[in-house]
């Protein structure tokens, strides 16, 4: 019986080794492909395991044979458990590697020769209208406007038609406002509208309750192609060379949704100085948008409706910088990082409780999980100058964000941090991008050196771009205040330390 034992024993140990080895070199692999951990995070790894197997070895197969039975059970019992420890840790370790390719895969817009892009068309009608769905509309009046997505608008209506199986009896509008008014006032039983442009109505004069006086019935998606102009890039590297980041935000459900950017940072980096800027700009800022070939101006919070590449065109412009990358989060995602963060840390100018929610935050340093850090951007009605306080609270949160990050939470937290992104965060930085500024992170753990500053302007009614037909609230921009910020970015991309100083504007 003895004998049959210690036949069968080699082969059971040789057979858990092998899996050991195995599998602890499919781990190598993959850690190796990302190209994230630093080469002496590797070797000492490497090393560790090295002699971990050695051990097991020894354990398994070179116990004198002459050694007592219990002495020999003990032994090749702990080289088993802590062989199934590794093999376990191998495949938790291959299982994060894959979920962090599938949420880049997700997350990463790719360089593609045509841009496919979604666009969400509703049919409002009155909120106490007794429709609820699409055929419940068949027989109405339609109002629609061709004067801001002419194609879009276009290929909605035939969609819509298709779903009817009939022609709908239409009328056209010369803006949006004559459109919504009309149904307002029982002139049309329903609209055709791009959700997208619903944020611009909403934040007219006159317009801030719309939400509770029309619904939703139905919505389509249409979709357009845009073919890629591919730019002339010159050589860069993401862990050597200074670049500017355009960071937008907005309250719609995904981050990939047109809409009006409540949030317009850049974020100016200079990983060989570790200097970050972030500069905020007004969502209520008059300047020249992009898209338009006179050079017309509108509010930079509509730039978003047109797309990620306009705001990031009209910012570009405006401070004389290259924005190579853009991150579009939707605020749920500020709650649902911090959150998976563990919390972070944001400092406030004043003592307030929020409006809404009735949080209250210190003058100073305010530890907060993600629904006070959501309410924290959000608050405005607490301050005389409500977005300016606004954005600073912004640029806050993305400023605790990133030292927690950068403090090591990043690994510590990477499951939910992962988890947290879905469907919430759009960014054009690639996978290898990516992976290489981690790898620099890790590799040196430096603190970075993040500075605030903000821009300013005085509010008038004017005309713009997106509503040629109304006034509506913008700012003026203060151009010492946007002179100064020009300055700012010049000195990160010099390779300048940003004092605080620096960040007054001076007095001519």
């Known amino acids: 019986m003895n004998n049959h034992k210690s036949k069968v024993w080699p082969i059971i140990a040789g057979i858990i080794f092998a899996l050991a080895v195995l599998?602890?070199?499919?781990?190598?692999?993959?850690?190796?492909?990302?190209n994230m951990l630093p080469v002496k995070y590797i070797g000492l790894a490497i090393l560790a395991v090295v002699i971990l197997l050695l051990i097991v070895f020894v354990c398994f197969f070179l116990i004198p044979a002459k050694a007592k039975k219990i002495v020999k059970y003990i032994v090749r019992t702990m080289a088993l458990l802590?062989?199934?420890?590794?093999v376990l840790v191998d495949i938790v370790g291959i299982q994060m590697v894959n979920k962090f390719e599938e949420t880049m895969d997700n997350l990463v817009e790719e360089d593609q020769e045509v841009k496919v892009e979604e666009f969400v068309f509703g049919v409002y009608v009155r909120a106490e209208d007794k429709a609820k769905s699409l055929e419940d509309t068949k027989r109405y009046d339609f109002g629609y406007s061709l004067a801001y997505d002419r194609n879009n608008t276009k290929k909605a209506i035939n969609v819509i038609e298709n779903d009817l199986d009939r022609n709908l009896n239409l009328e056209e509008y010369s803006d949006i406002f004559a459109m919504v008014d009309a149904v307002l006032a029982k002139e049309k039983d329903a609209f055709i509208l791009s959700t997208a442009y619903l944020d611009i109505i909403e934040g007219q004069e006159g317009y801030s309750d719309i939400s509770s006086k029309i619904k939703c019935v139905h919505e389509c998606v249409v979709t357009s192609e845009t073919q890629v102009v591919e730019k002339e890039e010159t050589p860069f590297d993401v862990t050597k060379d200074p670049f500017a980041i355009y960071i937008s935000g907005h309250d719609t459900a995904y981050a990939a949704t047109r809409a009006n950017s409540d949030v317009n940072i850049l974020a100016i980096i200079n990983p060989t100085t570790k200097q970050?800027?972030?500069?905020?700009?007004?969502?209520?800022?008059?300047?020249?948008?992009?898209?338009?070939?006179?050079?017309?101006?509108?509010?930079?919070?509509?730039c978003g409706v047109h797309g990620v590449e306009c705001s990031m065109d009209t910012l570009s412009d405006y401070y004389d910088v290259d924005i190579k990358y853009y991150a579009q989060l939707n605020f749920t995602a500020f709650q649902r990082l911090v959150d998976a963060l563990g919390g972070i840390t944001v400092y406030s100018e004043k003592e307030f409780y929020t409006t809404n929610e009735g949080?209250?935050?210190?003058?100073?340093?305010?530890?907060?999980?993600?629904e006070q850090a959501l309410a924290f951007v959000r608050e405005r009605k607490q301050f005389g100058g409500g977005d300016r306080a606004r954005g600073e609270h912004q640029m806050a949160v993305i400023k605790g964000m990133i030292q927690k990050m950068t403090s090591g939470s990043l690994l510590l937290n990477y499951n939910q941090i992962l988890d947290s992104m879905g469907g919430y965060f759009r960014f054009n930085v690639s996978q290898e991008e990516l992976s290489a500024i981690v790898k620099m992170q890790l590799n040196d753990m430096a603190e970075w050196n993040i500075q605030t500053y903000a821009v300013s302007g005085i509010g008038r009614n004017d005309i713009c771009y997106s509503m040629p037909n109304l006034k509506t609230y913008v700012m003026i921009p203060d151009e010492a205040t946007v002179a100064q910020a020009r300055t700012l970015i010049k000195m990160v991309f010099d390779g300048e330390t940003i004092e605080a100083e620096d960040l007054i504007v001076p007095v001519e």
């Open 23 to 34: 599998a602890t070199a499919g781990l190598f692999i993959k850690v190796a492909g990302l």
């Open 276 to 302: 970050v800027l972030l500069l905020n700009t007004p969502r209520d800022f008059y300047i020249p948008i992009s898209v338009s070939e006179e050079g017309a101006l509108d509010k930079l919070t509509h």
């Open 359 to 370: 949080i209250y935050f210190q003058k100073g340093a305010n530890e907060v999980n993600g």
């Open 82 to 86: 802590l062989t199934l420890s590794l």
